[in-house]
């Protein structure tokens, strides 16, 4: 689009040493640490599948068996490969579902091995986790070849849908038809609360509430649909789901064995609102992200989600802080431009004078700040009435706003949004109307030209120099305590708090993971 808003290079440049810095202690805490989601996250690469159901309390997944009773053992310091692949070797198991049978029957005392023992478990691990990248690496250039094969959407934005029947079944009839109805991308929203589950669930699901379970099964389910409707259509269809939550990095790992295109992966979301520990968070969201930088996985921001507790046009600028901030941690974890899907929203209140004029700075803004980067604009949700009409034309301006500010993926609004779980005939009225401007407005972005003199101009140099500032006082007071101060959406959340602090390991020097090795290296 060129640059339209004449942003100052110097105050640009200030904003992301600003959010480096912010983000380095962080960082640097995540790499100490290891959680046990990230350690099963690591078996899962090396194999392990299953669940154990003959649990009288309901199945529990072969990997948590395992990583549990190892920690219960000898302790997670040093990670789960190791005692894991030396029982292996030990007991003369031939895969890791074994392995997790004998300790379910009580068979297994778990060690950390020393030596050269410790050296034959790691070369095993790495062998058998090295096996699962290359299947994380071939689904990457399956999807490459899928969409030289199908071609990609004819138009940007991609148009983006969420289904959210909780039975997948239901739900691939759904995508299929939302495909055929204009979907470039199809969002498997999930269950109510699986984020706070601490395990993955089993298989195909027929049971979820507002939305359906996130389990490997499902997205091979929906993954092959959508391969169909792919060659149906004419274009390669994304499928989405959410890498969010106590087990961020499992689901990361699965999305990538079954390849999945983009995912949910924002590194505060959790945080504020889920209440999860915020060390927990960090330290599984650089895991996952290095997972979603090697399988070719768009990640998706939430910065959309503060703007539904704080006013949008006050915290205006801690959406642009937060940008940043997931631009560096991205960065850090090895994901480029092309694959970091931010998050920004159309929130406003609308009775505010001049309100879509402000939406357009803060779109525009966005946009300016992060040119390579897929855009993920986000519908009004926070102030639809009910009224039905109001809500589909107050979806009309978004869908608008999109297209003027080059916005690269539009989450389709819901005239029913917030009232209730928008019915089909609801879904297919909203990609109509989303068509309808696309087609209507064309290139109309071409003419767009704001005032350099002009509200526009003005209000996103202010949201910027409010960004600068507030990550100054961040650099000065830490990210931690920012997050516990309540900076981001109204959410006061300390680091000491949270579920999931209990699953937090500070790693020893021993400390040995082939996927954390195999991911930095960039190597199989």
Known sequence: MGDLLNLDPSVVAKARQLAARASEPVIALAKAHTTVAVERATLRLAGITGADTAHRAGDVPWVNRVVDTIRDHCGLEQGSVLPAFHALREHDLASLTELAEATAAGQIQYKVPTGRDAERAYKLARTAVGKGMRTVDRNRAQRDKLIAKFGDPAQRPWIYLIVATGDIDEDVVQAGNAARAGADIIAVIRSTGQSLLDYVPEGATHHGFAGTYATQENFRIMRAALDDVSKEVGRYIRLTNYASGLCMPEIAVLGGLQRLDMMLNDSMYGILFRDINPIRTFVDQRFSRQVHARAGIIINTGEDNYLTTADAVDAAHTVTVSQLLNEHFAHEAGLPDSLLGLGHAFEINPSIPDSFRLELAHALLARELFPDAPLKWMPPTKHMTGDVFNGHLLDGFFNLAGVLTGQSILLVGMMTEAVVTPFLSDRDLALANVRYVLNAAGSLREDFRPAPDGLIVKRAHQVLG???????????????????????????????????????????????????????????
């Open 466 to 524: 409010e960004a600068v500032d507030l990550l100054d006082r961040i650099v000065a007071d830490g990210l931690l305590n920012a997050i516990a101060d309540g900076t981001f959406g109204l959410m006061k959340r300390p680091p000491t708090g949270g579920k999931g602090a209990d699953g937090v390991i500070e790693k020893t020097d021993g400390y040995r993971n082939p996927a954390s090795d195999l991911l930095e290296e960039g190597s199989a």
